[in-house]
């Protein structure tokens, strides 16, 4: 190779998963200390430089490569590291040595899911159930018995490895010598001499060369990419975020215009990382588990960059409802320089494959970030808000967080969540009470939110409706056994009315059933209450479930009763 000095110039595609391979090979690159291998590493809006001879670059390359591979696509969960179920033959040391198995896991795994290849050597066994080796190793078969005896460990494949383990080792090619273009980069559009098939390794949404050609068979040769944006490609776990559940994926890519802005982050993102025993996750949670479709986990993983990245202290020196929000974090986190979104990447298992399903930039961070601080600053608290948007009533784990992931949609278009609320508060208290003020707080302070620009008068009509609701709950709130189900069922009743006249009916008859002192405001906003009639009565019906819950706890019986 040359020893001139020559720049190799890693370009910012415009493309999401393309850019955080980018910023993620920069600074897995950085932590390398290139300085100390002659190489010099720099970093613009425009992509990423790499200085150096070509025998330097090119060691740089792989060394970062090797380095990636070991952290990312060949990860060991704890119980892996403990049993240490894999073994090779160290011919230098005349010895067997453990390792534990390992497998990519989150992107990773999304990435390249073919079988591990042995890191030097192999010899292939004669037998494999009897441990027989060939002729040059037969001295190794009683060493090899005890060793597994010892160890109580089996034969796993049909070779034994050679001088080190086995390993994922998604294939590269680094070519940094100049050489004459044999054609054009089908993703970042440049000429370069070194060019391969393009495949779900490169980006995973896109199908591989059979693929194109089953689908269309006049299409010619299939497109093909430069070496540098199928290296790069490999790169985009270390920023990345991952949550996998029953076979679904759920990853984040924090993205920006500016790749300046995305490195000036990184380090903020990387705080909420952590390691999960077990691989499903690479961050912490904040708002508990059991979160399983793609929305509810979005609002999940918002809320821990809120409570994690955007607070003056620690998460650990917060207390659970004051997380401390710092306003001037978030605007340099999101705002300052470019503004910054999430891009979602949510896959289903379908086989061995997995099937995208949804892309979605997100750019309402601020929305939300802001969402929480009220939220929180105003006592409500959204761990239990959404404890209790669980359906435990259903019988498939499935299916018990439905409704709350339809809820979480709906707050992340900032869209009405009300009737959502309603059906959902009067399903799980069918057979039981159950405790909602959380939910009914949140909603209540949600709705007149999304409505304090675009319509003023109508927070005067909610706040009409969850003062008749609060009457009505007390009014039929029970003094003994018969009477609550009494009440209940004259509640059941009143959220039956399909018509503002059928519900009118029903509140006069519940005024004079009761006693209830009905306010007056009702019958004054009579225009607007007939043509806001659905959403007045889900207000009305939640906030009068809410008290009648409260007046009917236990413990507020036993406090009536002494």
């Not at 370069?192 to 040769?221: Q, Y």
């Not at 995305?262 to 952590?274: C, R």
Request: hydrophobic share 35%.
């Amino acid at each position: 190779m040359s020893n001139t000095v020559r720049e190799i110039r890693f370009p910012k595609i415009g493309h999401f998963w393309i850019d955080s391979g980018l910023l993620g090979f920069y600074e897995l690159a950085c932590m390398g200390q290139p300085e100390k291998t002659n190489v010099g590493i720099s970093l613009d809006d425009e992509g990423v430089t790499v200085r150096g001879t070509e025998e330097n670059v090119s060691a740089f390359l792989n060394a970062t490569y090797s380095t990636l591979l070991q952290r990312y696509y060949n990860t060991s969960s704890e119980k892996q590291e403990q049993e240490k179920a894999g073994f090779y033959y160290d011919s230098k040391q005349d010895r067997f040595i453990r390792f534990p198995r390992a497998k990519p896991t989150g992107i990773a795994g999304l990435i390249f899911n073919k079988a591990p290849r042995p890191t030097q050597g192999q010899i292939k066994y004669v037998d494999k159930k009897k441990g027989t080796l060939p002729a040059d190793y037969t001295h190794l078969e009683e060493r090899l018995g005890e060793f597994l005896e010892q160890n109580k460990l089996k034969i796993g494949g049909a070779n034994l490895l050679l001088d080190g383990p086995n390993a994922y080792q998604p294939k590269v090619t680094i070519s940094p010598k100049e050489r004459k273009p044999k054609g054009h980069c089908f993703l970042c559009g440049n000429p370069s001499h070194a060019l391969t098939e393009i495949g779900s390794t490169i980006f995973p949404m896109i199908s591989g060369a059979s693929g194109a050609l089953t689908f269309n068979s006049e299409c010619g040769k299939p497109a093909r990419v430069c070496w540098k944006c199928d290296y790069i490609g490999k790169f985009v776990p270390v920023p990345g975020f991952y949550v996998t559940d029953g076979g679904a994926s759920h990853m984040y890519f924090p993205y920006s215009t500016s790749l300046e802005k995305m490195h000036e982050t990184f380090g903020s993102f990387e705080s909420i990382k952590t390691r999960d025993p077990y691989l499903l996750r690479n961050f912490d949670t904040d708002l508990g588990g059991y979160f399983k479709k793609p929305y509810e986990q979005l609002f999940s993983f918002l809320y821990s960059v809120y409570r994690r990245v955007l607070s003056k202290t620690g998460p650990d020196d917060q207390e659970e409802d004051t997380p401390d929000f710092d306003f001037e974090k978030m605007c340099n986190l999101v705002l300052s320089r470019a503004p910054l979104e999430i891009f979602i990447l949510y896959t289903e298992a379908l086989g061995d494959t997995q099937m995208g399903k949804m892309i979605w930039p997100f750019r309402e961070s601020v929305y939300m970030f802001r969402l929480f601080e009220y939220m929180e600053s105003h006592g409500i608290p959204l761990r239990q808000m959404m404890q209790i948007l669980v359906d435990s009533n259903q019988d498939k784990d499935e299916n018990k967080t439905l409704m709350r992931n339809r809820i979480c949609e709906r707050i992340l278009l900032r869209q009405s969540t009300v009737d959502l609320v309603e059906q959902h508060v009067f399903r799980i208290n069918t057979s039981k009470v159950q405790y909602i003020k959380p939910v009914h707080d949140f909603v209540i302070a949600y709705e007149k939110i999304l409505i304090q620009e675009k319509d003023p008068m109508k927070q005067e009509l909610i706040d009409t409706a969850v003062s008749l609701g609060k009457t009505i709950g007390m009014a039929i709130s029970p003094k003994s056994g018969r009477e609550r189900k009494q009440g209940k069922g004259d509640l059941f009743r009143l959220r039956k009315a399909r018509r503002p006249e059928d519900f009118l009916n029903e509140v006069n008859r519940i005024q004079m059933k009761y006693g209830a002192s009905v306010t007056a405001d009702l019958y004054k906003n009579g225009e607007a209450f007939g043509q806001n009639f659905q959403e007045f009565k889900q207000f009305c019906m939640i906030a009068a479930l809410n008290t009648y819950n409260f007046m009917n706890q236990p413990d507020k019986e036993q406090q009536d009763a002494s």
